[in-house]
């Protein structure tokens, strides 16, 4: 052992009491916390490669890190799963409001997957409204020819902040198309943001067929501060120029798989992932970087430690979580082709923050098994089993083959001050949080291997 | 009530229900989280007076700082406790390293309370030892003359960060004395570091009285690698000089105070407070600024929401926690010399992160009062009630006066990253985070306040 003050167990025999449990744990946590290498890993991949939206030459190094990264981890076996992906461009954007009666340029952001200006400058008034509501209540009259600015505010007071994601983000999602159904010609909108700062916040958004497709362009919480005062008293301008669109072709990518094969039951496999895509902006250090280097530090801690589980275990990096799920679905195809027997996935992509619980989607019965070995947890921050989830790469696994899921789940209340922002960066992420993670997510599936809790 | 989606309810009214006390926590929260000046006010102290050592023209600064914030807060008295501090003035100071055949200037500190070398170069040779047991065993003939390097690393498998500090801390504390005692001229620290990167971290060190007082500075994570590397080879030199003393005279300082008068039982005090005094570097955000800042947000929600508090609420800005708890001491004298009914005292002094549990030191009995009350915590992700403590400011009141003490514990993992560094700044404090700390804060003080869980 490298850390002499642990009691040395043998990790191969069927663990039998909780005090022998409570030991693998502490080993597990001891060889990620002293000698992991995700941080490293994560700063690699950062500052090497950088952001990597689907489809990009950036996206493509980003596999080859991760086959490089997972070989490097130990694990038995590394492979390449092909999944065709969207390709989004963002080019030359800039959008300039009418502040104080002369133009400013303001940091915006397009929306991911949205159609640009082609380039050309649209200049309109522009008119705010809150919410939905305001906006229905409006006629097209009021709207037609205008920018429509969505100043919806993240709301704060959710303690959960995915509840705050959650509430806001259809004005990232639909307002393009709601604005346009009344003649719009852009949209603004306030960024889906925690932030005490001015960072705007990308992310994915759709269009309806049935409606012409908008610029639509996101600014940060002060810039928006100051445009509502500016909104409140008069009908200002504004000038959006945005050359944003997506590729003609789907691109060849790929999800980047490492296995460590099962010792007793090696048809069994558990998978973790996170996702190697990222937004064109910042590094993706949060969203996913973090995941990616946590799912890989699961092998390479297992092999440091000479574990051999009894399940086979599979680390993913799925490709294209942001604006397709391409490689969540090819795994899925993949494993429903060649009929394999998945016990668990368990996803992690709500950044590299302290861990606090494990969502779980899966029957009552499972999860009561799970929840009995709670205190284990306890030690390691991790208290909360209550949360219904799993994760959006996963999530075919789970239509398809019923697998059971789960998701861990960091403190949440930093994750959207960074999101698909220019500060999703490496330096925002601490080095003990990162492994904490990977502690718990190594624990957690140490624990569905050796005692079979997800048995079909 | 300014958030309309709320229930209102009758606060002054006894709560009778859990479902009651739970809708009065969501209020405070709501009120923190939306309308929370914390985070500006914290925002001036670190930007307008910055760090704050005990006895200096800053700490100076920040007492009026301080005085003004209460008011603004609403409190209904403000005053200021006298407190006689000494003031550790450190002066210019350099460290060099010979690496690689050739001194190196490195990022260097002082510990706090030290002798420097009076401004002149102390060029000796470096002895290291990884901890006490390696360094009892060499001769005095090894270490007389030299400089001794206590090489000993924060262990980082330790989950509760302050475990690894309180292994650690002795080598700040210590190290001086028990060096010159073989005759050193000199130590050199690794610094009481979680930190991936370079950053010195002071703090205070005492001296015994038998022994020479010599120069003491720490040296951060990254520059104590390289140095490691080079003493394995061989017996380097190093250079110091430093100009550091503890001024001849105390300097008279104040706590801060604030105070709610309570409107039943007025002569039942409850404490919240952190300290306003820092270290002199960086801006004293985590340490603590955060803690003072949020302590005087309770005052400003329980006004703002009309909370008419039964027993009195005291936001103390407690001043020389660093170096001599002199604030501390001089609080509870004079609470001992007027007779005061302490219920309650709540000490934050552990950053403005996640706020995860609330620590007891106190009977059983009490404790057990308020554990009855924990799953109205869990929304704010407080769950952890199992830790026996309080805080160095309230500790001369439970000395003095039995009074029940108790300390928020925020999440933990960044705390040993900035702590006493340059680190520690305004910027490495998330908003959210450093509210909903105060909001629990108020939360747990209005229980007590309400339902007199720790009446005498």
Same mark, same amino acid.
């Given at each position: 052992m490298k850390s002499g003050f642990l009691t040395a167990i043998a990790f191969g025999l069927t663990l039998t009491s909780s005090a022998q449990d409570s030991l693998s744990f502490r080993k597990i946590s001891d060889e990620i916390m002293l000698y992991g290498t995700c941080y490293d890993n994560l700063r690699v991949l950062c500052k090497t490669v950088g952001h990597r939206i689907s489809g990009s030459p950036a996206a493509a190094k980003a596999v080859t890190w991760g086959e490089k990264a997972m070989k490097e981890a130990g694990a038995d076996k590394v492979w390449l799963q092909p999944a065709d992906v969207p390709y989004w461009y963002r080019g030359e954007e800039s959008l300039q409001l009418m502040m104080d009666g002369k133009y400013k340029k303001v940091d915006a952001l397009s929306l991911g997957n949205s159609q640009g200006s082609d380039g050309k400058e649209i200049e309109a008034q522009v008119i705010m409204v809150h919410n939905y509501d305001e906006f229905k209540a409006l006629p097209v009259t009021a709207v037609a020819g205008k920018i429509v600015f969505f100043n919806y505010r993240f709301r704060q007071d959710f303690i959960f902040t995915f509840e705050g994601y959650g509430d806001a983000v259809k004005y990232r999602g639909g307002s393009a198309s709601v604005a346009a159904e009344k003649g719009a010609v852009g949209v603004i909108i306030r960024s889906m943001s925690t932030g005490a700062d001015d960072f705007p916040h990308t992310g994915a958004m759709h269009y309806k067929d049935s409606t012409k497709r908008i610029p639509v362009m996101a600014i940060g919480n002060i810039t928006a501060d100051a445009f509502e005062k500016v909104c409140d008293k008069r009908t200002p301008l504004a000038k959006l120029k945005s050359q944003c669109h997506m590729m003609p072709n789907p691109v060849r990518s790929y999800n980047v798989i490492g296995e460590i094969k099962g010792s007793?039951?090696?048809?069994k496999i558990i998978t973790v992932g996170g996702h190697l895509d990222s937004w @064109?902006? =910042? &590094?993706g250090a949060m969203d996913d970087g973090a995941g990616c280097v946590q799912s890989i530090e699961i092998l390479r801690a297992f092999k440091a430690l000479g574990l051999k589980p009894k399940c086979t275990i599979r680390a993913v990096l799925f490709?294209? &979580? &942001?604006? =397709?799920q391409k490689g969540g679905q090819a795994y899925a195809d993949s494993a429903v082709a060649k009929h394999e027997n998945h016990i668990l996935a368990i996803e992690t @992509?709500? =950044? =590299?923050?302290?861990p606090r619980g494990i969502g779980m989607e899966m029957s009552q019965d499972k999860k009561e098994k799970v929840i009995k070995y709670k205190d284990l947890f306890l030690p390691y921050g991790v208290y909360d089993f209550t949360r219904e989830e799993g994760g959006s790469d996963i999530s075919p696994l789970g239509e398809k083959l019923k697998v059971p899921m789960a998701g861990l789940n960091p403190d949440?209340?930093?994750y959207f001050d960074y999101h698909?922002?220019?500060? @999703?960066?490496?330096? $925002?992420? $601490?080095h003990r949080e990162l492994k904490l993670g990977a502690v718990v997510l190594a624990q957690f599936i140490y624990l569905v291997s050796e005692q079979g809790l997800m048995d079909k």
């Open positions: 007793e039951t090696p048809e @064109d902006v =910042g &590094e490709m294209n &979580e &942001e604006n =397709g @992509d709500a =950044g =590299g923050f302290s949440c209340q930093r698909h922002t220019n500060a @999703d960066i490496f330096e $925002n992420v $601490n």
